[in-house]
Nanobody
């Protein structure tokens, strides 16, 4: 089981940057891939970025070149650096474990990101 708490969200103007932090606890972090996901009202949760145990990262097409996911297995943290933010990035961001295509069942509180002028 991995429990996560997300932080770092806030209000930022278009073109700005924001870094999100996922702090994890539990016994499975070091043997699990991790991902960042986001959700807006009336839409399905969307994969933003995922990172394997050894650090290989994948990104949604909409954020490639703008976002960077990283992890520190010793500290059990996952970071999402977001640059060149757009209003379309506005969402609640969550992190979670992912095994293949299956995302973990235990979601943290999420952190709100609002991109607006």
């Amino acid at each position: 089981q991995v429990d996560v708490v997300e932080s770092g969200g806030g209000l930022v103007q278009p073109g700005g940057s924001l870094t999100l932090l996922c702090a994890a606890s539990g016994s499975s972090f070091r043997i699990s891939a991790m991902g960042w996901y986001r959700q807006v009202p009336w839409k399905q949760r969307e994969m933003v970025a995922e990172i394997l145990i050894a650090g290989k990262a994948t990104y949604a097409d909409s954020v490639k070149g703008r976002f960077i996911i990283s992890r520190d297995n010793d500290k059990s943290t996952v970071t999402l650096e977001m640059n060149s933010l757009k209003p379309a990035d506005t969402a609640v961001f969550y992190c979670n474990t992912v095994n293949g295509s299956q995302v973990g069942n235990y979601w943290g509180p999420g952190t709100q990101v609002t991109v607006s002028s």
